[in-house]
């Protein structure tokens, strides 16, 4: 747990944060294997997504503050009012572009919609075969693919 067991691929997969999604399929089967065997890159794998997904929930509950405060002070109408309101509303503009800026630089929304995919798969398993045959084609391919 220490230590990665291979340098080289751990040093790649570290550069990229330990995100293989942006890779094609094929290219993709070594850093596979080493994330599985690895359990040093393997934990830091996770640990890099659950930040990513740590940075959105926070920018999105910093977003949800800053319109409470904003809803909160045209209500009250204290003395200043009107520079509250723009810090507020500063507040949630800045915090909404944080978050933007992390679900573009991170893969954190694959890991999201990866997980969609799965629960979307296992449901598509559960389906009598009449519906199942229902869902067009195209659909039901890209559920049941790989990605
Ligand atoms: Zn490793």
Redesign the pocket.
Known sequence: MAE???RV??KI?AGWRYDISGLAPEMRGDYEA?LRD?P??HSRQHLHRGIDIGLMALASASMTVFLLAYGVIRYFQPHHAFWLEIGALGGFLLSMVLWLLVAIATPAPLVVKDAAMTGARMGLDKLPEEIRQRIPEELRVKISGQS
């Open positions: 990665c067991n291979d691929i751990g997969l080493h690895c040093y890159c």
